[in-house]
């Protein structure tokens, strides 16, 4: 609740008043089946103050404030979906397996070709998508195909600047749009540089970049902020190609 009032709401409230405030947005669920006594009550303030919150907080009074308190509980409440075990596999089977229907058998071979040539090899992502560029870095790397993952995007960008023809750049975003990440493909590119791009299926500037594009298909089972988007998708296409590679050089 105190998140989405203004500053200058905020600053014209009493301490007291801040502190009847403070107890309502830690105990919502509570304040429902209290009366105006009861609060004063249990925040250890006065039925005056609470008032004067209201009036401040732009309600008629008390009871229309616990009406618009509980409103905007049941409409969060709705927003929250359990995802059940069986949610998250389904989910997860649905990704795979429509991101392996897309999957191009010529682009992996043709990816398969560059890592069986004499092309430099290298990696380049962020955050989670680094991780997993990373991963098949090193897979490369324990059968003895040297390449480098970049972990710092000013030397990643200070070798683009030197690349050629004889380079291949391996790059993943499921958004397409990280700033550093395309930063990096382009500079690669305008050096003749071959762009390998890992992305979602929407239309970005990344994949645009890539004169191989794998894109994966991802959703998300909850509204979280934070980016927990699952990889696994993008690390089965590498894996694919990785299995296909060492199956060929055996």
Do not use: W
């Amino acid at each position: 609740m105190i998140e989405n009032l203004s500053i200058e709401i905020i600053n014209s409230l009493t301490l007291s008043e801040l502190d009847v405030l403070r107890f309502i947005d830690k105990n919502i669920e509570k304040i429902f089946s209290l009366s105006i006594q009861d609060l004063a009550k249990e925040s250890f303030s006065s039925t005056a103050t609470i008032i004067r919150l209201c009036k401040k907080l732009n309600f008629s009074g008390y009871a229309e404030l616990k009406y618009a308190l509980k409103n905007d509980f049941e409409k969060n409440k709705s927003k929250t979906k359990t995802v059940s075990f069986y949610d998250a596999i389904q989910n997860n089977i649905n990704n795979i397996t429509f991101t392996l229907q897309n999957l191009d058998e010529k682009n992996v071979n043709k990816i398969v070709d560059i890592l069986k040539s004499n092309m430099n090899i290298y990696f380049f992502g962020k955050g989670l998508n680094g991780t997993i560029l990373e991963y098949a870095s090193k897979e490369l790397l324990s059968h003895a195909r040297n390449n480098i993952f970049f972990q710092d995007t000013h030397i990643a960008y200070l070798y683009a600047e030197k690349m050629n023809k004889n380079d291949c750049v391996f790059l993943a975003s499921l958004s397409g749009k990280t700033h550093q990440t395309v930063r990096m493909g382009q500079i690669a590119k305008s050096r003749g540089a071959t762009i390998i791009s890992l992305t979602g299926t929407k239309e970005n500037d990344l994949a645009k970049l890539g004169d191989y594009h794998l894109s994966v298909v991802t959703s998300q089972l909850n509204d979280s902020k934070i980016d927990n988007v699952s990889r696994a998708p993008m690390l089965i296409i590498l894996n694919i190609i990785l299995e296909t590679y060492f199956n060929q050089i055996a």
